[in-house]
């Protein structure tokens, strides 16, 4: 029977007893012991963690703002599963604090700010011998929520077709134990969600969907999302908020859109006369890429008019005229310095 399994409480970071103020997002909101105060929804100063001689994470220094899907990104290895461990009071920093939608963390009112957040840390933590649904009745009942926050969840995650409905966890695909694993976080709707490699073992179609999902969910239901990564064009997709960490330490944090205007943009040119194009458009050079190619700065389309007209006038033709960028991977590895790719 699923009411007498003993669920890893610890693992979750949430309390076997029923939350005060009733379950979901709504009636959370009249809990006045616990509101979100400030306009950051996580915070941490000079956040550390150490193991023996090694320093896992150095002095990170994160903010995230509400209602905001923030992606922690890093190479494998760079700390951001040990910080987000530390977030959830799963591991505890050597020194530094955290700051969790307002209320600093302690080891003493873990437990109570812990139930407003959701997680997925790592691999999913699931009974294999229980199906989706009394693995998330079990979670359920430790948060006092209402039944039908399980058909609700699994429909955001596709586990609610009806054929599955009697198939235990233990015969998931590694992309299905996943989607469990994000269906359990979102349980009873929290203001906070913590999502480690969460599109990890899905199929290119699960990966569309898991990323469409993480992107509504500040608009759905106010959630501020934290998702980690070591893909770069997963956070460029899916985030509007970023983090760098490397070899524990933080080397960027700040919007996207900024992210990327750090970013070199150019205009690729190639015509019937390169040499003669070099010579009439002040500031044009060789393209370093292909030799084929002139490039010149990025200019608006009026512009790109006037000098394509001008081009031709003097016999010169252009047979291909594109824009370019920088990609986030080229952005990091101009901010890092890393000569590797993530």
Known sequence: MVGSVMYPVERLGISSEPRRGGAGFARRATNTSF?????????????????????????????????????????????????????????????????????PLT????LEVLRHVGSLIESPSCYPHLTARENLEIVRQLRGLPKSEIDEVLKIVRLDDPSLRRKRVGNYSLGMRQRLGI???????????????????????????????????????????????????????????VGIIRKGQMVWQGPLADLHARGRHW????????AHALELLSGAQADPDDASY?????????????????????????????????????????????????
């Open 183 to 241: 269906a359990a976080a979102l349980m009873g709707k929290p203001p906070l969600l913590l999502l480690d490699e969460p599109t990890n073992g899905l199929d290119p179609s699960g990966i569309h969907e898991i990323r469409a999902l993480i992107k509504d969910l500040p608009r759905m239901f106010d959630m501020t999302v934290v998702v980690s990564s070591h893909l770069l064009s997963e956070v460029d997709q899916m985030a509007d908020h």
């Open 35 to 103: 509101e979100p105060r400030d306009r950051m929804a996580v915070t941490t100063t000079g956040l550390t963690k150490r193991y023996g001689d090694a320093c896992v994470v150095d002095r990170v220094s994160l903010a995230v703002p509400e209602r905001a899907v923030y992606g922690f990104l890093g190479p494998n290895g760079a700390g951001k599963s040990t910080t987000m461990k530390m977030l959830l009071g799963l591991a505890h920093p050597t020194e530094g604090s955290a700051t969790i939608l307002g209320t």
């Open 294 to 342: 002139l490039r010149i700065k990025a200019v608006d389309d009026a512009v790109a008019a006037r000098m394509s007209l001008c081009l031709a006038e003097r016999g010169v033709g252009i047979i291909r005229m594109e824009e370019h960028e920088d990609s986030l991977e080229d952005i990091f590895l101009a901010i890092t310095g890393m000569e590797e790719t993530l």
């Open 267 to 274: 205009i690729a040119l190639r015509t019937t006369d390169n």
């Open 107 to 110: 080891p003493k009112n873990r």
